[in-house]
């Protein structure tokens, strides 16, 4: 069967379902709290390959590897499907399609996993470059059957070609593992690029010295790679005691004015997610700014592509198992894609796409369901006062999707204000600013912090909320610079509102509801 044709029904369906009612949504599951799943931010769908295999059932979207050509951003990504039968393997290679980083098509399995005997029985991250008339996509194979790893390292870095970017052939006689000092178990993520400085091709790939288990990003460089030869040549970055990294994973390098900047993800640390670095040379040194982290711990794995215009981040807000608000964080989840913005002084933030912002064009009703402790209203601006008790402002349900604006002025340092919403009626999911401890956190309804970031909070200052939400997914951009993803299951189907508490005062201002 011609591999082609199995991809265009379940594209066309995604085609046409994007054009109806914006509160349909595209493929993934529903499950648990989750309602629906959404298409700003996708999840493949379900029996994506036809039939009833229930390995075709519906999936999640797991480290996005981003390649822009021709007016169109290609986010290839690790599939992880929710049920893998025993002797299959797992996190094929698939893709999607956009042209405004808003609206997404699926365009299915692109490069498979291998047998239970093969370096790629699971599929790990990669990048993609063109030479020529050829695309060459390097990705990382995972096996750690205990028949395999007697023989082979546990992780390699492979390649697959192609002409058309739909017809994929792996290079079996490529293969890249560890050299010596550096560990076989751990060694992954490879991402190619060329560097403009010297003409060179460069592969930084995730790995940990051996036998001391430091995290470094490996550098090797060809001249060629059509040739397959490519030279290690040390670490480009090492994690520093300070920061006692386990791994530095899907690591990332670009240019944007005078500076390089260094990005890659950690999952282990007090400080999990995407990191940054920057420096005034490829070569390094690296710094660490003061705020190193570009989002949460419920963002993972981003990678970045440019237009030629701006450049943005693709990454994955995390799903929860079990799938309702206390469940706890899971590999995989929904593609989300963030605008890399470069401050003055070179330090870096992130903002929705101008297309995200511009979907939502509706003016909707503020709808106050209920206020308690002291809060006062004067058209679209809330002043809640938390002195006596906490200040609650109550809204109805906006939907499945709405972006919410205003600004926030804290009038005193002390408590926090923010937003809630009721995920079961009455318990409560908050993300809340706090000037005490300088970063804007997020707590599940048994008042788990389950994600933070970040920010200087200071009495007296006016803070520009938007806060685009989209099924269970939330992202609350403050300032155009800072972002905190959130997974809120059951939200759409509950009121929401505004939080003061611990004696705060703190105005709403010019809040105003939009609907796509």
Excluded at 211 to 234: H, I, M, Q, Y
Excluded at 262 to 285: C, D, V
Excluded at 299 to 318: H, I, L, M, P, V
Excluded at 438 to 445: C, H, K
Aim: aromatic share 12%; glycine share 8%.
């Amino acid at each position: 069967m011609n591999i082609k044709h199995i991809y265009l029904l379940p594209a066309m369906a995604m085609v046409l379902m994007s054009c109806n009612n914006d509160d349909k949504y595209i493929g993934g599951s529903i499950m648990g709290g989750e309602s629906a799943i959404s298409s700003i931010y996708p999840t493949p769908p379900s029996q994506w390959m036809g039939g009833t295999d229930p390995y075709f059932s519906a999936g999640y979207t797991g480290d996005p590897m981003p390649f822009y050509e021709d007016g169109t951003f290609h986010v290839y990504f690790l599939h992880d499907a929710i049920n893998k039968p025993a002797g299959k393997g797992f996190h094929d290679i698939h893709e999607y399609t956009t042209t405004d980083l808003a609206h997404f098509d699926y365009k299915g399995q692109m490069i498979p996993y291998g047998e239970q005997n093969e370096p790629d029985f699971g599929v790990g991250t990669g990048s993609m470059i063109k030479i020529g008339n050829t695309y060459y996509f390097y990705y990382t194979g995972h096996n750690e059957i205990a028949s395999f790893i007697a023989n082979n390292p546990r992780e390699s870095v492979l390649l697959a070609t192609s002409t058309d970017r739909v017809h994929w052939t792996k290079q079996s006689s490529f293969k890249i593992t560890a050299p010596s000092g550096y560990y076989n178990y751990d060694f992954r993520d490879p991402h190619v690029f060329k560097n403009p400085d010297d003409g060179k091709y460069w592969m930084l790939v995730s790995t940990q010295t051996d036998p001391s288990r430091k995290a470094v990003l490996l550098k090797f460089t060809s001249a060629d790679p059509t040739t397959g030869n490519w030279t290690p040549e040390g670490p480009l970055y090492t994690a520093t005691a300070e920061d006692n990294y386990l791994m530095m994973e899907c690591a990332d390098v670009f240019k944007m004015g005078s500076y390089w900047y260094l990005t890659f993800s950690e999952n282990w640390s007090n400080s999990k997610g995407t990191h940054y670095r920057m420096a005034t040379s490829i070569n390094g040194p690296w710094t660490k700014p003061a705020n190193d982290m570009l989002d949460g711990e419920y963002y993972y794995a981003a990678k970045t592509a440019s237009d030629g215009n701006k450049r943005y981040a693709f990454g994955w807000t995390a799903r929860k198992a079990p799938e309702n608000d206390t469940g706890g964080k899971e590999w995989a989840g929904n593609l989300v894609v963030h605008e890399i913005i470069q401050n003055a002084d070179g330090t870096l933030g992130l903002k929705a796409p101008d297309a995200v912002n511009q979907l939502f064009t509706q003016s909707a009703a503020i709808t106050v369901q209920n206020t308690s402790g002291n809060v006062s209203q004067n058209n679209t601006t809330f002043t809640l006062n938390a002195v006596s008790s906490h200040a609650i402002a109550t809204f109805a349900s906006a939907g499945k999707k709405m972006k919410a604006t205003a600004q926030l002025t804290l009038n005193s340092t002390s408590g926090s204000a923010g937003f809630f919403f009721n995920v079961n009626n009455s318990a409560q999911y908050k993300i809340m600013f706090e000037p005490q401890q300088n970063r804007i956190a997020a707590y599940n309804s048994n008042g788990d912090m389950v994600t933070r970031v970040p920010l200087t909070v200071t009495q007296g200052n006016a803070y520009n909320i938007n806060m685009v939400v989209d099924g269970s997914i939330c992202e609350l951009y403050v300032d155009g610079k800072t972002v905190l993803s959130n997974r809120i299951y059951g939200r759409d189907q509950q009121s929401w509102g505004l939080l003061v508490t611990g004696g705060a005062e703190a105005t709403f201002s010019a809040l105003e509801i939009k609907k796509p």
